[in-house]
């Protein structure tokens, strides 16, 4: 019995089409064969000679370069700190609040109209200060964010009854963080005693360029602060030194002066002191 003529031609078709592809990939791997040989032909291979004190030369890691600053990162853009950024924080806005030590007396804020203590006749912060936070912004190119410069008594007594002798209230201390380092208090603490390394009016005066741990638990702070003959730093943590005008959520620096240098002088609160600002 004969097969169906078209079934006959479709099996013939699958091998031709089978036999063309077989053709057609040993073509192609014979090509690749003889390519092959030709490469290796060609191929030429010649000694190096070196001597016995020859070396390899070493080849330098890259170098790390810093992106450079953007025309609003540098120092240039930013204001420069004055007396003026000290001036009290007082507001008549502030509601009332209730005397820790005399609950039936309730404690006002000042309305910050006032002036800035007189220090030996003039009105003003100790300078010392305000060229430590000058440094600190331009070494860093970032904006100094002074949460509390001066305070009046009144102002003092609502934002921190318990800090009753506080050098704020004779022009004598400094609170303050960098925009952008909130969380590096302790390289900010570095920079401020570079400055005395750096400032050519310190230069081999031992009692202002070597500072010291203040270890006394008084300071109320996990980290020891440092002090020279001139200032007191101290770094206030997340959980640490809060009160009404310091009320955000970054550690902060504090800065307190010892020794006043132009006058030769101890730096001490004294109420004279701390009252004698103009009012109005």
């Given amino acids: ?25 040993s073509c192609s791997g014979l090509e690749r064969t003889e390519r092959e040989k030709l490469k290796k032909q060609n191929c030429k291979t010649e000694y190096i000679y070196r001597k016995e004190n020859d070396y390899q030369s070493p080849i330098a890691l890259p170098a790390h370069t810093p992106r450079s600053l953007y025309p609003w990162e540098s120092e240039a853009h930013l204001p420069r700190i004055t007396k003026d950024f000290f001036r009290c924080k007082g507001s008549p806005l502030s509601p009332p609040l209730l005397s820790p030590n005399d609950p ?32 600190v912004q331009k070494k860093t190119g970032k904006r100094v964010i002074i949460t509390c410069g001066h305070r009046c008594p009144l ?15 004779i022009g004598a ?17 570095g920079l401020l005693m570079q400055y005395y390394q750096e400032i050519p009016l310190y230069q081999n ?3 202002y360029q070597i500072f010291q741990r203040y ?29 009404l005008d ?6 902060y620096l504090t800065i307190q002066v010892r020794y006043d240098r132009i006058h030769n002088e101890k730096v001490a609160y004294e109420w004279a002191k701390a009252a004698n600002y103009p009012r109005g």
Avoid at 106 to 135: F, Q, R
Avoid at 173 to 189: L, S, T
Avoid at 225 to 243: A, C, F, S, T
Avoid at 246 to 251: A, E, F
């Fill in 173 to 189: 201390e400094v609170d303050f963080y960098i925009q952008g380092m909130e969380d590096r208090p302790q390289e900010i603490a």
């Fill in 215 to 243: 270890e006394k638990p008084d300071a109320n702070v996990a980290i020891q602060p440092w002090l020279n003959k001139e200032v007191y730093i101290k770094i206030n943590q997340r959980h640490e030194g809060r009160d």
């Fill in 104 to 135: 039936s007396t309730p404690l006002s804020d000042c309305d910050a109209t006032h002036g800035l203590p007189i220090l030996h006749n003039k009105e003003g912060v100790y300078p010392i200060l305000i060229d430590l936070l000058n440094y």
């Fill in 155 to 169: 102002h003092n007594t609502y934002a921190a009854p318990d800090a009753k002798t506080s050098k704020h209230q």
């Fill in 1 to 25: 019995m004969t097969q169906p003529m078209p079934l006959f031609r479709a099996r013939n078709r699958t091998i031709l089409f089978l036999t063309i592809i077989a053709i057609l990939t």
């Fill in 246 to 251: 310091n009320h955000h959520p970054h550690p």
């Fill in 205 to 207: 005066q031992k009692e």
